[in-house]
């Protein structure tokens, strides 16, 4: 291995990029998961640490459903005892890893795993994009991780990102038009205690595409015209994930989810099409 000699290491720790970890699963195209997730961080200034928990492949022979594979759960255990160790609160390191995304985790075991290393840690914010379904999955299967996430993973979280669907579910209220949207957001801060952003996205009526933050104090509707009528891949997750890189670098829940609400919608009106039948948020859009 070759070394390299560096010169004028910074000593004021401000010098340094803030650090942000995912938790999430791999996809293949590179539009969603942690891939989405380490560019999105990338483009805001902070450095990404990504530790997976499943590998998933859209299948193209079966309607594009997932192909899921779990990370075994003692790769899982590694991965966050690396990372800890390296950039943790214990580690000497200039920049201290205090924020975490939660991404796709995809069975009870892993969401037991990675519950056991957020109890353990040293989080201050958990941003919990809670992936409720995987399209292919056993309907038995998906049940259970999503009981299991409800208990383990949400009680921790400090800002959650729930998606039209995920609000319905968490909430277990019907969601029609922003009104009802709102009420999700209250609700589901009243579950959990975390700030909410709820995202209504393309998928209620109207020119706008709208989501609702709401943190026990302030409600605030966040709102820009719809880029098309069809869900882009990766909107989601790097929603969640500029999120988290806001909140690493200092700023409050609101002025994350508002910078985040900014960042994906310049992502999305500068997509990348593929030969898949969905397209997927670029990133870059905003330069």
Not at 36 to 57: M, P, R, Y
Not at 126 to 140: A, F, H, M, S, Y
Request: with cysteine; glycine share 10%.
């Amino acid at each position: 291995m070759t070394s390299y000699a560096v010169d004028n290491v910074p000593s004021d720790t401000s010098a340094y990029p803030a650090v942000a970890l995912t938790i999430a699963g791999s996809e293949a195209t590179g539009g969603a998961g942690a891939q989405a997730d380490l560019k999105t961080f990338q483009e805001l200034g902070v450095f990404g640490i990504a530790n997976l928990t499943c590998i998933v492949s859209f299948d193209p022979k079966d309607n594009w459903n997932h192909r899921f594979v779990p990370v075994d759960q003692q790769v899982i255990a590694d991965q966050l005892e690396a990372t800890t160790a390296a950039y943790g609160g214990a580690s000497g390191a200039p920049s201290v890893l205090d924020t975490v995304k939660i991404g796709m985790l995809g069975s009870p075991a892993t969401i037991s795993t990675v519950a056991t290393a957020l109890t353990e840690g040293t989080f201050r914010h958990v941003v919990l994009d809670p992936v409720l379904i995987c399209k292919g999955q056993e309907p038995g299967h998906a049940l259970d991780t999503d009981q299991a996430l409800k208990a383990q993973i949400l009680p921790l979280a400090t800002f959650v990102t729930p998606n039209h669907f995920e609000a319905e579910s968490l909430s277990e209220l019907e969601i029609t038009d922003v009104e009802s949207l709102k009420a999700a957001a209250v609700r589901i801060h009243e579950l959990s205690g975390a700030a909410v952003l709820a995202k209504g996205g393309v998928r209620l009526a109207g020119q706008d595409a709208v989501d609702v933050y709401y943190d026990g104090e302030t409600l605030e509707v966040l709102s820009a015209p719809k880029v098309g009528e069809v869900a882009v891949s990766g909107a989601g997750c790097s929603l969640a994930a500029a999120v988290t890189a806001e909140l690493a670098k200092g700023a409050t829940p609101l002025e994350a989810a508002r910078t985040a609400k900014d960042f994906v919608t310049a992502g999305i009106r500068n997509r990348v099409a593929s030969g898949a039948p969905f397209d997927a948020l670029w990133q870059g859009g905003p330069r």
